[in-house]
């Protein structure tokens, strides 16, 4: 069946810090790939996509590349803000069941000023 | 305030109970979704509806949980004779589609249920 591994958490950075945030997945086919964000209080939004290999997503400073190769998505933003301390998801969608996202367990992400 | 709405927000409920949720999609949504989010198992898929029909009831956990959606709207997931393991955040999602570009899922906020 479908998976996403995702980095434990939780990650503690400091305001300006470069963050990633490693996502890895397994699935049959091109599953479209996602991040979700979840900011304290609030529910899960998504914070940006990519559907098909190469393709890269990118939203508020975030950035993610589909790299089929290493069945990777990973999630990067160059300088984190306060205002980003949230929980994030990496999810999939997979070929055969189009409608139904599969998450890994989120990592916690805390930025101090 | 046109975002996916779920009631209550907090249920504290004794183990044995059946308790009911609630979940209001955005206005037009033919789609929508349950999942679980619990410390152990992280986000779960539990049940897919397209409209009033459910094609994909497979995350659904026992026979204990069911749901319903009327009227190709609101939707109730029942819990009977709850357990403590039962314990988790259940959010629901709506979509316009369920493929292409109109099928982002939007979530609700989550109910947070407690069995004690």
């Known amino acids: 069946g479908n998976s996403v591994t995702q980095m434990e958490g939780p990650v503690t950075l400091s305001e300006e810090a470069f963050l990633t945030i490693n996502c890895t997945y397994t699935a049959t086919g091109y599953p479209s790939l996602f991040w979700y964000v979840q900011y304290p209080g609030e529910g899960l939004q998504l914070l940006l996509k990519?559907?098909?290999?190469?393709d890269k997503g990118s939203n508020k400073g975030f950035e993610a590349t589909y790299r089929k190769e290493t069945t990777s998505f990973h999630l990067e933003k160059g300088s984190v803000q306060v205002s980003d301390s949230a929980v994030y998801f990496c999810a999939l969608k997979g070929v055969g069941s189009n409608y139904k996202l599969t998450f890994g367990k989120g990592t916690l992400l805390t930025v101090n000023p | 305030g046109a975002g996916v709405s779920q009631s209550p927000s907090n249920k504290v409920t004794e183990k044995g109970k059946d308790v009911e949720l609630r979940c209001d999609p955005i206005s037009g949504h033919t789609a929508l979704y349950w999942y679980r989010q619990s410390l152990g198992q992280g986000l779960e898929f539990l049940i897919y509806f397209q409209g009033n029909s459910a094609p994909d009831k497979s995350g659904l956990p026992s026979d204990r949980f069911s749901a319903e959606r009327t009227g190709g709207s609101v939707s109730t997931l029942t819990i009977q004779r709850t357990q403590q393991e039962d314990s988790a955040v259940y959010l629901c999602a709506s979509s316009l589609e369920t493929s292409g570009r109109a099928s982002e899922q939007f979530f609700g906020p989550g109910t947070r249920l407690t069995v004690l």
């Open positions: 990519a559907t098909k290999a190469d």
